[in-house]
């Protein structure tokens, strides 16, 4: 196996580094696809549950607008929503 220890944390065992490899080799591209997805799912969801714990006003709109001013460039999300003054 190669020394892959520049991607891990000063804080993770060489030992346990080369086991998180392995099951990441052994789940084959669909699985790391797969948990690639499901993570990002999660962090949508926790970004849209902060900004309604922040703006529990906002409507379902409004929460998906404050996601993608988080998400795209200032200018993008102008170009989208021109005049919006939503916050995140």
């Known amino acids: 196996m190669e020394n892959n220890s520049a991607i ?3 804080d993770t065992s060489t030992a346990s580094a080369k086991r998180q490899i392995q099951a990441l ?3 084959g591209l669909a699985g790391r696809a797969e948990m690639t ?3 990002s799912d ?3 969801a926790i970004t849209e549950a902060g900004i ?3 703006h529990p006003n906002y409507t379902d709109r409004q929460v998906v ?3 993608l001013r988080l998400t795209l460039e200032k200018d993008v999300f102008e170009q989208v929503f021109p005049g919006c003054e939503i916050l995140p």
């Open 8 to 10: 891990f944390s000063a």
């Open 42 to 44: 999660n962090l949508r």
């Open 65 to 67: 607008q404050a996601v």
């Open 25 to 27: 080799q052994k789940m």
């Open 52 to 54: 309604r714990y922040r």
């Open 37 to 39: 997805f499901q993570l």
